[in-house]
């Protein structure tokens, strides 16, 4: 079983960089997963870490450590790179590759419009992957894999408000830097789809019972994410199963989190809080009202990657932990949700 050391907790939603390459990932990466000595909920960020964490999963050496466990899922930040369309009958991929981009991506603002920047973001956008091949993959080795009680899907998620990168994903190797922000945007129905599909898997893929627990990513969407979610809460699950969603770095109000905690019957929401997106960002008013609502939900997180932390995971973690203690959410109950949310207790 995971074990939590008092004095250095756990981290619920962390990442590997978006640029992580293969070998950042036997240097620094292995020799961390090997040697975590606290519980870290690593998850999937795009299609180059999936390769990663996919060797990862298989590795019995570093499946040997009990506290790692590890997600996965698409991002939206990275939904666009995925077609519902069968790619193996394509015949012009040239046409195929402009088109599908032209049904994903929409521009962000009318206003700043530039004729040139669509076929300049596209150039740099890989020929877009098979979403119902890469579901498979993700369902089988959410059921078949023998470490599959410690793999769940994340992170997945939708955003309303992020903007494509000039080199058309945050990680591409062909664009190191990732250039500014184009005028481009996934659009929403896409995100939806892709989310949909990604919430079934997790209805699907119980094991012993237990369903898969989601990490959810919200940004500027809560109402949305909301009916999504109760919409699944209504749907018949296997063996009656409570599925596990943590908001992670949660953003959405006061009342939507209230909403979330009171309306959806079999649904158990969790809150991810991080320094990154929450603590150092959003006003302590707002967040000590926040936690008084979400106390015995709140789950710490760094959203971090973890080669960019390395020794100093602990050092992050424990100024959240101060932080979220300051805001009156005892020690000892950000250690009992965890234990909760891995089923400890
Ligand atoms: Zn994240």
Known sequence: MISVKQDICYDSHCHLSPDINAEGYLEDVVPILSSQTW??????????DKQLLFSAMKDSTVMANRQIMFNVGIHPWFSHLYTFEDVDNIKDHKDFKLLHYRNVLDVYSRNRENPTEFDEVVRYLPFPFSIHKTVSEFRDILTNSEYRQRIDIG?????????????GYLGNPEYPGGGGLTNYKVKMEHQVKVLEIQLELSLSTCVDGIPKRISVHCVGCHGQMYGMLKKMDGKKMENNAIPAVVMHSYSGSVDNAKMLLSKLEKIHIWFGISDVVNLSRTDSGRLEKLMTVIRDRVLVETDLGI???LEEHGMYLRLIREKLVAMGVPEVTLLDNWREFVQEK
């Open 39 to 48: 519980p870290i909920n690593l998850m999937m960020t795009n299609h180059i």
């Open 155 to 167: 992170e997945v998620g939708l955003d309303k408000l992020a903007r494509i990168p000039q080199s």
């Open 307 to 309: 080669d960019r932390m």
